[in-house]
């Protein structure tokens, strides 16, 4: 590839990621006339057209999926030469990022701890978002590695690591509900029985959200949130308050260790079957730096078990 033809498919991969000419034309600095016209003879040499332009913006065609994927690979290649070259000198540089969902935040802090202590002249960058924005920027190459909360399948994505990770209940040892977790032999709550205290759960974009609408519909009941917010911090704290919240085991693994919270098996089976991922791109060579990450995550997932039966409401 001509420096020209690598100028241009970079112009074509802008637009593309960001959705419009003009918004890659802030990106690069450049005229929006540069950007359309570079993509214009791009597309004159290939022969064919790479975009499908729309009142909101533009959007790759099937060819301009397949150059997209081409570019992509090509990029992280020259990141993988760069970073072998770099791990003769020991790893003294680079730059990593990794997508994560809320609810890591806090079983994370030790694991990049102990990679940024072993490697500190490798940059780490942690990207929080949801799970679909996990899933697409590991696609597309923003995100290294992801950590996602059962993602959705999708066959761009290799899963290193799979931990079930069951949904519970949770409350705080003062609520009616808790007298269930401190039972001999704890049955699974249903959602039925959650009628009638106030109930908080994530917006309907969070992968939790989408499987309480799965067990809704399995168990023909429909629940009625008192709260609904995108702030997995804040659901907790309205279970620490005195209301229900519905969340994944390990979000409240501290909470409930400590005595502040109580975890409640739920009997539907969409709640029995989440899992937590690790994930790269499918067919994606990862680089060294990347790699030793993944080594080091894949270590501390050993810690992603979900409550040992008859251990519901107790700390692990």
């Known amino acids: 590839m001509s420096l020209v033809q690598e100028r241009r498919i970079s112009h074509f991969h802008e637009a593309a990621r960001l959705g419009s000419v003009r918004a890659a034309a802030d990106f690069l600095n450049v005229a929006p006339s540069a950007v359309s016209r570079q993509i214009t003879q791009l597309e004159h ?23 997209l994927e081409y570019y992509r690979q090509r990029l992280a290649q020259q990141e993988v030469l760069l970073e072998s070259l770099q791990s003769l000198k020991g790893l003294q540089s680079g730059s990593l990022v990794l997508a994560i969902g809320e609810g890591f935040i806090e079983g994370l802090a030790g ?13 780490l960058k ?20 992801g950590l996602v909360f059962h993602p959705a399948s999708d066959p761009r994505i290799r899963a290193h690591v799979s931990r079930p990770q069951p949904v519970c209940a ?22 039925a ?31 009625s949130p008192t709260l609904t917010c995108n702030a997995l911090a804040m659901l907790k704290q309205f279970a620490l308050q005195g209301g229900v919240t519905l969340l994944p085991d390990f979000v409240v693994s501290e909470e409930v260790a400590a005595g502040r919270l109580c975890r409640l098996s739920l009997q539907e089976a969409p709640f029995i079957t989440p899992h937590v991922q690790l994930i790269s791109r499918l067919g994606r060579q990862l680089s060294v730096g990347a790699d ?10 050993t810690a992603f078990r979900p409550p ?3 251990s519901v409401g107790q700390s692990r």
Do not use: W
């Open 45 to 67: 040499e290939l022969g064919m057209p790479l975009l499908e332009r729309h009142r909101r913006g533009v959007k790759p065609t099937e060819a301009g999926e397949r150059v």
């Open 111 to 123: 694991p990049l701890s102990r990679f940024s202590a072993r490697y500190p002249g490798i940059e």
């Open 126 to 145: 942690v990207n929080l978002c949801g799970s679909n924005e996990v899933i697409r920027q590991v696609v597309e190459d923003e995100a290294h590695l």
């Open 170 to 191: 949770v409350v705080n040892p003062a609520h009616p509900l808790a007298r269930q977790a401190t039972a001999a032999v704890p049955e699974p709550l249903s959602l």
């Open 193 to 223: 029985a959650l009628d009638g205290y106030a109930l908080a759960l994530p917006e309907v974009s969070f992968g939790i959200r989408q499987i309480v609408a799965q067990a809704e519909h399995q168990a023909g009941v429909m629940l």
């Open 292 to 301: 030793r990450l993944l080594g080091l995550l894949r270590e501390d997932m």
């Open 308 to 310: 040992e039966v008859g």
